[in-house]
């Protein structure tokens, strides 16, 4: 049984998520996002939004590791995406509760559109988009910013998190945004682009960006182009309802086991959050220093 709040505000949405296991949450106004149709417009999802809540749970180390395994994936992305979409609809029925209309965002790969834009013989080039793109909202929510490896890092946890959200008609008071677009965060250049150097698939050729292409086949260089892209239109074929429904119950694209860009990004003070700090395989020492001098600030 979800309680009803005792009243609705920043404070409270905060006090609740992190009670339920969120280990981020910020809160965005619709007026941060453009209103354009896009799978970054929330109003798409919900005509009377005004809030956007975006949240995050960490990735244990334990389950983000550069050696892949099923219990890697299974405690990395399954079962961790799986209870942010729990956290996601209790946190609707709270809202609901308290008088407010609310649309939960699905975690995870709920892939909508399958766009082809370049094809054989030419390397193939394809986009695929999420119902709302959950990285862009952590933003405009203050979460973090987007790094050259085109996640969300967060200044404790590094890209170590997974995100959901919850599209609302509250009227919230705001969190300082991080700006979205443009140049690539100062700390990613003191890195070196780390996570464009590790990636297998070479994916991370424009910083910002990943070739969904190269990240998708892992190898590109041992798979034939026409082949590839034969088995992506076969796997991602149907209505966006479809494909969505196909992706969420992971038949036909399951996580891959690259994490690379993720378990390489220094930008993490997670080992030192422990009251008995460790050390990581694949990290240099240096890297803790390095995250607490480059930690972001907010753009505004």
């Excluded at 494909?243 to 994490?259: D, F, G, N």
Aim: one cysteine or more; a neutral charge; charged letters at 20%.
């Amino acid at each position: 049984m979800i309680e009803a709040p005792e009243r609705i505000d920043a404070a409270c949405i905060k006090e609740f998520l992190q009670r339920k296991g969120a280990d981020l949450a910020g809160i965005a106004p619709v007026d941060r996002f453009p209103a354009d149709g896009s799978n970054r417009d929330p109003r798409v999802h919900m005509r009377r939004a005004r809030s956007v809540v975006a949240f995050a749970r960490r990735v244990a180390f334990s389950s983000a590791t550069p050696y892949p395994s099923v219990a890697s994936l299974q405690f990395g992305d399954f079962t961790l995406e799986a209870q942010l979409n729990e956290l996601a609809y209790e946190f609707s029925l709270w809202l609901e509760n308290g008088g407010e209309m609310t649309t939960p965002m699905p975690a995870g790969r709920d892939v909508v559109s399958f766009e082809i834009q370049q094809v054989p013989p030419e390397e193939p080039k394809v986009q695929l988009k999420g119902s709302f793109d959950l990285r862009y909202a952590g933003a405009l929510a203050g979460l973090g910013q987007v790094g050259a490896n085109g996640l969300l890092i967060n200044e404790r946890f590094g890209s170590r998190i997974r995100l959901g959200a919850v599209i609302t008609s509250a009227v919230l008071e705001p969190d300082a945004p991080f700006e979205v677009g443009g140049d690539v965060p100062a700390f990613c250049k003191a890195c070196g682009f780390r996570c464009a150097q590790v990636c297998p698939a070479k994916a991370l050729v424009t910083a910002g960006h990943a070739d969904h292409y190269r990240c998708l086949t892992i190898r590109p260089d041992l798979v034939d182009p026409a082949e590839a892209l034969t088995t992506m239109k076969h796997d991602l074929r149907g209505n966006p309802i479809v494909l969505a429904a196909k992706q969420l119950s992971y038949t036909t694209s399951p996580p891959h086991t690259c994490a690379s860009c993720t378990t390489q990004c220094p930008m993490d003070q997670g080992r030192n959050l422990s009251s008995r700090p460790f050390s990581r395989e694949g990290w240099i020492d240096s890297d803790y220093s390095q995250a607490a001098a480059f930690a972001p600030k907010a753009g505004r």
